[in-house]
């Protein structure tokens, strides 16, 4: 049984930073293609970013602020947030699509998510 989950959101104020961690079971995330969408109040689900074997890749809007990364032994990716504006508000997932699909953000490929966590950036 394959799953996710996501923690460390939190309340924070605008300039502070979050770490959210992704936990995969019954499965090695070395293998496949991770990715963390967000949807935030009154918004549309966005991909923010993606790391796969081979490539990583980052929503404009977060480009050098957010980092993504996996540890060593498969079970987690994490996503470094620096710099966090109100805009970043919002319910965050990660999810998991066949590693050969590589950074793509089209939701439709991700057969697995976790259940998110909320990031409140407050101003």
């Known amino acids: 049984q394959s799953q996710l989950a996501e923690a460390g959101g939190n309340l924070v104020q605008p300039g502070e930073s979050l770490q959210l961690s992704c936990v995969a079971s019954?499965?090695?995330?070395?293998?496949?293609?991770i990715t963390w969408f967000r949807q935030g109040p009154g918004k549309e689900r966005e991909a923010v970013s993606c790391?796969?074997?081979?490539?990583?890749k980052y929503a404009e809007s977060v480009k050098g602020r957010f980092t993504i990364s996996r540890d060593g032994v498969g079970t987690t990716v994490r996503l470094q947030m620096n710099d966090l504006t109100p805009e970043d508000s919002g319910t965050y997932y990660c999810?998991?699509?066949?590693?050969?699909?590589?950074?793509?953000?089209?939701?439709?490929?991700?057969?697995?998510w976790g259940q998110g966590t909320q990031v409140t950036v407050y101003s």
């Open positions: 790391l796969s074997p081979t490539s990583t």
């Open positions: 019954g499965f090695s995330v070395t293998y496949y293609t």
């Open positions: 999810a998991r699509a066949r590693g050969d699909s590589g950074c793509s953000f089209e939701a439709a490929l991700y057969n697995t």
